[in-house]
């Protein structure tokens, strides 16, 4: 039997935080075993603002994992649902001397290490994670796999994607606190991206909306290539705020309402539904029909749905074509939220759930924790397999190209 491995996942959304125990078996995929989940007190739009509660929060969210450990600290990957993340993109190559030479995985690690080290981003940002955009071989551009090229020059495109250093020291500080070390932090786009995004869809063209409570992210693909991240300081929280406001109601009431009675439509064959309104001391203060608690969504409902309508189609037009829209995100839950948008935009549009991952099967494929779930086998860094495939060479091609690159890599 095997060795199996357990690591840790934090998830930081605009409005809960999870841990995700993962096993991995030699060999094998991984496997969500456990996961825990609490609302982000201390925490705004993924972003640390009350030190104290936010402690709180993330060390009641490891007391089981730590109830489990004699000592030690725990390692964990953390990935990051917030507005602020910011991208930058630079470039750099690196000249090889004397003959050309066949480029080596290590020769692409070297010219990314560069680029990093070269960059020149303000001082007050940290990267978080770097995304190839493309390479240079010789005066070559838009070369996607350089790996066996004859080359006496490699240059790599770069799009690194920051946070404010203050935000990522006080996320770092609340997981020190909780004897926790953080490992490696992903921006929630890109592991959503990689959690529900096909490789047909990436080459095609497509935009990517995550759709959160306080926040929604969108990200561009089209031949394979990450071309923009933007997000938005809005999600569908700003449905729930106008129930807040028009019933009285605070906003844990609001948002359950919008949950199990609200729609992206209006349900004409149950206009007089009585609907209860729950009072500050959980009673019921009254009941309103139907036909009234759909007007006070429909204010928040146009509001967020033209927000969205304008951003996808300022993306459509700015990188076209991107026909196909994918979208995840706990927002997209509301009943209807699909169609609505359908109504809208003239695309492709498929509702995006995370796919080929094992474990509960109520966090696995809810929308609302793609981000958390493509985070347990993302990885940012440039691997053999994550380049796109060339047709296999002859056995005997195969083996001299496998020495040379032995040669190269190592002296």
């Not at 759909?294 to 509001?303: K, R, S, T």
Request: glycine share 8%; with cysteine; aromatic share 8%.
């Amino acid at each position: 039997m095997g060795h199996k491995k357990i690591n840790y996942l934090v998830y930081i959304g605009t409005t809960k935080i999870a841990l995700f125990e993962i096993k991995h078996g030699a060999g094998k995929p991984a496997i969500i075993e456990r996961v825990k989940c609490l609302p982000a007190h201390g925490f705004k739009s993924g972003i640390v603002f009350d030190l104290k509660k936010a402690t709180k929060t993330l060390a009641a969210l490891a007391s089981e994992v730590n109830r489990s450990r004699s000592s030690g600290i725990i390692s964990c990957r953390v990935v990051v649902s917030c507005a602020q993340l910011k991208e930058y993109i630079f470039q750099s190559s690196v000249y090889f001397q004397g003959n050309p030479h066949p480029i080596t995985m290590k020769d692409v690690r070297e010219v990314i290490a560069q680029t990093r080290s070269v960059a020149t981003i303000p001082l007050r940002d940290v990267i978080v994670q770097p995304v190839v955009q493309e390479f240079l071989v010789n005066d070559l551009s838009g070369v996607q796999n350089p790996i066996g090229l004859e080359a006496t020059r490699l240059g790599v495109t770069l799009r690194l994607l920051t946070l404010d250093y203050l935000d990522y020291a006080n996320l770092v500080k609340i997981f020190e606190r909780c004897e926790m070390e953080v490992m490696d932090v992903i921006p929630g786009v890109l592991a959503a991206a990689h959690a529900v995004l096909t490789q047909d869809e990436r080459q095609s063209g497509v935009i990517l909306v995550v759709v959160g409570g306080e926040a929604t992210h969108f990200v561009c693909y089209k031949n394979c290539v990450l071309l923009k991240t933007r997000s938005l300081p809005i999600g569908s929280d700003v449905i729930t705020a106008g129930l807040e406001r028009k019933l009285n109601v605070d906003h844990e009431d609001a948002k359950r309402l919008k949950e199990v009675f609200g729609a992206a439509y209006r349900k004409v064959e149950f206009q007089d539904e009585l609907i209860p309104i729950p009072a500050a001391d959980g009673t019921v203060k009254k009941h309103i029909r139907r036909t009234d608690f759909e007007e006070h969504l429909e204010e928040g409902l146009q509001y967020f749905f033209s927000v969205l309508e304008e951003e996808i189609e300022q993306l459509r037009s700015e990188f076209s074509p991107l026909n196909q829209v994918v979208l995840t995100g706990g927002g997209i839950k509301l009943d209807g939220f699909l169609d609505r948008l359908k109504e809208k935009i003239s695309s492709q549009f498929r509702l995006g759930t995370p796919h080929t991952y094992a474990g509960p099967q109520e966090f696995v494929h809810d929308p609302m924790y793609a981000a958390a779930v493509g985070g347990v086998d993302f990885s940012g860094e440039v691997r053999d397999e994550d380049l796109p495939s060339t047709k296999s060479p002859h056995w005997l091609t195969q083996a001299v190209g496998s020495v040379r690159e032995w040669v190269y890599e190592y002296f």
